[in-house]
C-alpha cells in the first residue's frame, strides 16, 4: 500500500495535539476509491471536533476534515449502487472525518465529478458547506421566491454559497458580517446594496436590523439561516414573519480563539444560550429549525440527491479566500479561528 501523510489527534481537547505522520495507507475494501487528495476544505466542525466540543467528534485518536477533492488512484471491485468512476478521474468527495490525509480510501457513493472548469481548492469548498446552505433553504427553509431573508456569516463559506442560491431562487436577502472590511467584498461578489448588509454588533443589532428592513420595504423575514446564535439569535427571531422560519446550524459564539477552549467562558455562554416557549411559538406561528449536517452522512442516498438536486443550480465556483499548504494545517485552523476569513480556507497538497 502507498504511503500517506495524515494529520491526527491523540484525542480532543485541544488543537496543539495535532500531528502530522506518516503512514500506510489501508487497504481498499469493496465499494471504495483511493483517492490522492489535491485540496482539503476547513469547517467549523474541524475546530469544534479538535476542541472536543461537537456532539459528533469521534473518541480517542482521529483525523479531522469533512470534504477534499483530488484524483482516483485505485478503485475496488464490489459495492452497491455505486457511480461509475475510473483510475484518473478528478472527483470531490465527503467523509464523516479523515479528510486531513495525503490519500483517503472513500466508499464510491461518497463521491462525484469534479464541476468543469473548477480547480480542486473551489471542488473542495463545496459539498459541505454548499450542501448545509442548500439543506437549510430547501428541506427545511422551504424557500419560495420573493421571499426575505436573513443570513448570517454572509461573507464565510457557507454564507457566500446561500447567497448565491438565494439569487438563483429569487429570494431578498439581508446579509450580516462580521466586520466592515467585508462589506466591499459582499457587495462586489454578491451584488448586494449597501442597505442589505449589516456589520454584526450586539449592542446594536436589533436596530440594524430594523433599519435593512426599512431600508427594503419589507415587515420581517421570511427565513433566517444562523451560524451564530448567542444574542444575535433572539433579534432575528422575533422578527420573523408570521409563518417564518428560522434555521439553525452553528453557534459561532460559542468558538474560542485559542488552541484550547476556555471552558468557564464556553459553560457560562452555553447558561445564555436562547431559550424558547413551544406555546410562545405556536401562537406567534414562528418555526425554529435545527440540524448538523454530519448526521446525515449515514443516509448517503439522500445527502448526494440533495447534492444532485443543488447542481442543478449551476452555481459559480466557491470563493477562495485563503489557500495553505498541507502541512500548515494549524496556521490555517488558527486564522479560520480568527474570523478574518472571508469565503472559503483550503489547505493544497
Known sequence: MPARKIWKISKAGSIDRLRLVSEETP????????????????????VFALQGLYSATPRGEFTPGLEFAGVIEEIAPGGRG???FKRGDRVIGVTRFGGYSERINVDLRYLRGLPRGWDFAQGAALIAQGLTAWYALTALGAAAAG???????AAGGV??????MMAKLKLHPIAVVGGRDKVAFLRTRA???????IVRNARTFAAD???????????????????????????GYERLNPAGRLILFGSATMMTHS???????????YLRRPRLDPLEMMSANKSLMAFNLIWLWDRV??????????MRLKLRPPHIGRRFAFERAPEAIAYFQSGASVGKVVLEL
Open 27 to 46: 487497504p481498499l475494501q469493496a465499494g471504495e476509491a483511493r483517492v490522492r487528495v489535491h485540496a482539503v476544505g476547513l469547517n467549523f466542525a474541524d
Open 191 to 197: 451584488g448586494l446594496r449597501e442597505s442589505q448588509i
Open 259 to 269: 488552541a484550547r477552549p476556555n471552558y468557564l467562558e464556553v459553560a457560562w455562554r
Open 301 to 310: 442516498d439522500v445527502l448526494m440527491s440533495l447534492y444532485d438536486s443543488m
Open 159 to 164: 454564507g457566500l454559497l446561500a447567497l448565491d
Open 209 to 235: 436590523l430594523d433599519r435593512a428592513l426599512s431600508a427594503e420595504q419589507v415587515s420581517g423575514f421570511d427565513l433566517i439561516l444562523d451560524s451564530v446564535a448567542g444574542e444575535y439569535f433572539r433579534p
Open 82 to 84: 455505486t457511480p461509475q
Open 147 to 153: 421571499q426575505s431573508a436573513l443570513v448570517h456569516s
